[in-house]
C-alpha cells in the first residue's frame, strides 16, 4: 500500500501493483475466513466438551444423591420394626400343632419368608375368629330378644291363668272338684336358692302324683340364717381385696385352707329327703345342699336304723349307693362349665375344693343330680348338657335310687346272715332240692383284696377295667365228708348292674381249680351266669349263687366219686348220666317239668 501510494504520487504506473495488492487482499480475505472457520469449530468442539463435562457433573450429583438416599434408607431399614412384634402371636407349640401339615411347605423357605407365611396364616385365623365372633354376637342378640320375648308371655301368663281359674269356679262346684287347693308350702320356701326351689317343687309334684314312690322331704334351716349370711357377705365384700393380698404376698398351708372355709360356703338351707324300707326298720336320708362358689348341689347318704345289730357292709353302702346310679358319674369332677377358671380367680383348684366337700362330710356333685336342679353340666368327655324335662328325671332318678337300695339291702342281709351263721340253709326259699343238701357252710368271712387276687383263675385275666369301681371280698368254705370246698366271693361296688364273681378251689385228692379240672371251671361258669333276671320271684342273688354252689360240687364228688377204686361218695342226686358229650359235662343244672325233678347237663 506505501509502494501503491509514493507511485501514485510520482505519477508512475501502479495497475501492476494494484492487481498484486487485490491478490493479497483475497488471500488475506481467504486467510481471515480460514480464521473465523476454525474460530467456530473451536468454539463448538469447546461448547461440546463443555456439554459433555456438564453432563457427567449432572451424573455425578445423581450419583452423589442416590448414595446418601441409600445410606438415609440403611438406617431407617436398621431403626425399623415390624408391626407385628407388638402384636399377641401364637406361640411356636401352638402353630406347629395347628399347622403341622405347614411344616414341608415352610421348610425349604428363608427365615422372613417363613415369617410372612406364619403372619399370613394368623391372618387368616383372626379373620375366622372375628366371623365366628360376629356370628356368636348375633346370636347372643338373638337370644336376649327371644328370652325378652319369652319374660313378657310369662308375665302375660299369670293373669290369664287366674281369670281362667277365675271363669272355671262354677265347673269345679258343680263337678266337686278340687282343683284350686293351692299348695300350703312355708314361708322359707321363698329363701332356697334358684336350684333348691327348682328341686324342692319337683318333689312336691313328685310327692303328690306318688307314682310308686314313697318318701318325705322338708328344708332344714332357718330364715334369720339366711338373713345373717347376706350381712356377712356384704361385710366380707369391703375386705375382700385386702385379703386377697395378704394371701399372695403370704402363702401358707393355714391361709389356703382359711380360703377354702371362707369362700367354699353351702346356702344355709338345704333338703332332707327320707326314703323307708317296707318293714320301717331301715331309713334312707339324703342330704342335698346348694354351694354358691361352685355353682352347684352336693348329696350326701346316711342310714338310720331301728335295729341295733351292727350290719356288715353298710358303711360301704353308703359309699356306693349313689355313685354309680349312672356311667362315668362317679362325683370326682365339679361338673359346671367354666367353674375353673373362677376358681383360678380365687387361688383355688376343683381337686381341693372337692377334697374338703368330702372330707367335711358334706357329699359329692354329681351329674344327675345337677340335672334335678335344672344346672348345666359337662361331664368328663366334655359333654354338654342341660336337663329340660325335670319331673321326668327326678322320676327316674328316685326310681333307681329306690331299686338300688333295695338290691343293696337285701344283699346286705344276705351277706350278715350268712356271716353270723342265722340263717338255716334247709328252709331257704331258694334252695331248689331241699332233700339232698348234703353239704354245709362252715364259713363266711372277709378277705382282704390282694388275697382274692392271688387266687389262680381265667376269670381275673378276662376281667374288665374297674372304672372306679370298688370291691368287697369274702371267703366261704363247704364242706362234706373230707372234701372242702373255698370259695372266694367279690362284690362290685355297682351291685346290681354287675353280680357276685365266685372262683372256686376244691381239695379232695388234691386240689383242683379251674386252672387244672374242666369240671371246675364249668363249675365256676354255671354259678356266675346266673343273672338276676334268671331268678324266680322272691328269690334273692348271694342265696341262689350259694346253692349252685353247694349243689355242682354234690354232683362234682359223686361223679367223680364213681371212678375212684375207694367209693366215698355214692349217687343221692337224681340224675341221668353221670357225663356227657366228648368234654365230660356234669349235671349241674336242676330242672323241673311236671313231676319230674332232675339234675342234667
Known amino acids: 500500500m506505501d509502494e501503491i501510494l509514493e507511485l501514485k504520487q510520482t505519477g508512475h504506473v501502479f495497475e501492476v501493483k494494484q492487481s498484486s495488492a487485490a491478490l493479497m487482499f483475497v488471500a488475506l480475505k481467504h486467510s481471515n475466513r480460514e480464521v473465523k472457520r476454525n474460530i467456530k469449530s473451536g ?57 403341622a401339615a405347614d411344616a414341608e411347605e415352610t421348610s425349604n423357605m428363608t427365615n422372613h419368608k417363613t415369617h410372612l407365611y406364619r403372619l399370613e396364616c394368623e391372618l387368616r385365623l383372626r379373620k375366622e375368629l ?9 346370636s347372643k342378640q338373638e337370644l336376649l330378644q327371644e328370652n325378652l320375648n319369652q319374660t313378657q308371655r310369662y308375665l302375660s301368663f299369670a293373669p290369664a291363668l287366674r281369670t281362667l281359674l277365675d271363669s272355671t269356679k262354677p265347673l269345679h262346684d258343680a263337678l266337686q272338684l278340687s282343683l284350686d287347693v293351692e299348695w300350703k308350702l312355708s314361708s322359707i ?34 330364715e334369720s340364717d339366711v338373713q345373717m349370711q347376706e350381712l356377712l357377705l356384704e361385710s366380707e365384700n369391703s375386705l375382700k381385696e385386702r385379703r386377697h393380698f395378704q394371701e399372695v404376698n403370704h402363702p401358707s398351708e393355714a391361709t389356703v385352707n ?81 367353674i375353673e377358671y373362677e376358681l383360678q380367680n380365687l387361688n383355688l383348684s376343683a381337686e381341693d375344693c372337692l377334697e374338703y366337700l368330702v372330707k367335711n362330710g358334706f357329699g359329692k356333685p354329681y351329674c344327675w343330680l345337677q340335672s334335678m336342679c335344672s344346672i348345666a353340666t359337662v361331664n368328663k368327655n366334655k359333654l354338654f348338657n342341660h336337663e329340660l324335662n325335670l319331673h321326668k328325671w327326678t322320676r327316674e332318678v328316685f326310681a333307681r335310687i329306690s331299686k338300688r337300695w333295695h338290691s343293696w339291702m337285701s344283699l346286705t342281709q344276705q351277706v350278715r346272715g350268712l356271716v353270723y351263721k342265722d340263717v338255716d340253709l334247709y328252709a331257704l326259699r331258694e334252695n331248689i332240692y ?70 372256686l378251689s376244691v381239695h379232695w385228692n388234691g386240689r383242683h381249680t379251674a386252672m387244672n379240672n374242666s369240671a371246675i371251671k364249668m363249675m365256676e361258669y354255671w354259678t356266675n351266669s346266673l343273672q338276676p333276671k334268671d331268678l324266680e320271684k322272691n328269690h334273692r342273688l348271694l342265696y341262689a349263687q350259694l346253692f349252685r354252689t353247694i349243689y355242682s360240687f354234690d ?3 359223686e361223679t367223680e366219686g364213681s371212678m375212684q377204686t375207694t367209693r366215698e361218695y355214692n349217687k343221692e342226686k337224681p340224675y341221668i348220666s353221670a357225663f356227657a358229650k366228648r368234654i365230660r359235662l356234669r349235671p349241674y343244672r336242676y330242672i323241673t317239668k311236671g313231676s319230674i325233678h332232675t339234675f342234667k347237663q
Open 43 to 99: 468454539r463448538d468442539e469447546l461448547h461440546l466438551e463443555k456439554s459433555k463435562v456438564d453432563l457427567s457433573r449432572l451424573h455425578l450429583q445423581n450419583l452423589l444423591y442416590e448414595v446418601s438416599h441409600l445410606k438415609k434408607e440403611i438406617v431407617r431399614c436398621q431403626k425399623f420394626k415390624s408391626r407385628d412384634t407388638y402384636l399377641e402371636l401364637l406361640s411356636d407349640k401352638e402353630y406347629s400343632s395347628k399347622y
Open 130 to 138: 372375628d366371623s365366628q365372633y360376629s356370628a356368636l354376637l348375633t
Open 189 to 222: 320356701v321363698k329363701y332356697l336358692p334358684r336350684p333348691l326351689y327348682i328341686l324342692f317343687i319337683n318333689l312336691e309334684a313328685l310327692q303328690r302324683a306318688s307314682g310308686g314312690l314313697s318318701f318325705k322331704h322338708e328344708i332344714i334351716g332357718y
Open 258 to 338: 382359711n380360703v377354702l372355709e371362707r369362700a367354699i360356703k353351702s346356702h344355709p338351707l338345704h333338703i332332707r329327703l327320707v326314703m323307708e324300707t317296707p318293714d320301717k326298720s331301715y331309713e334312707l336320708v339324703l342330704f342335698v345342699r346348694y354351694w354358691t362358689l361352685l355353682k352347684c348341689c352336693t348329696i350326701r347318704a346316711q342310714l338310720n336304723s331301728s335295729n341295733t345289730t351292727n350290719v356288715q357292709g353298710d358303711t360301704n353302702m353308703l359309699q356306693n349307693l349313689l355313685g354309680h346310679l349312672y356311667p362315668n358319674d362317679l362325683g370326682n369332677d365339679i361338673p359346671v362349665p367354666g
Open 434 to 503: 331241699p332233700e339232698g343238701l348234703s353239704c354245709s357252710l362252715v364259713q363266711w368271712t372277709v378277705i382282704s383284696t390282694e388275697e382274692f387276687n392271688v387266687q389262680n383263675s381265667n376269670l381275673l385275666t378276662n376281667l374288665p377295667s374297674d372304672n372306679g369301681i370298688t370291691y368287697t371280698s369274702y371267703r366261704a368254705v363247704i364242706v362234706r365228708g373230707s372234701a372242702k370246698m373255698e370259695c372266694f366271693i367279690r362284690i362290685p361296688s355297682n351291685y346290681p348292674m354287675e353280680i357276685p364273681l365266685w372262683i
Open 555 to 557: 354232683i362234682f364228688l
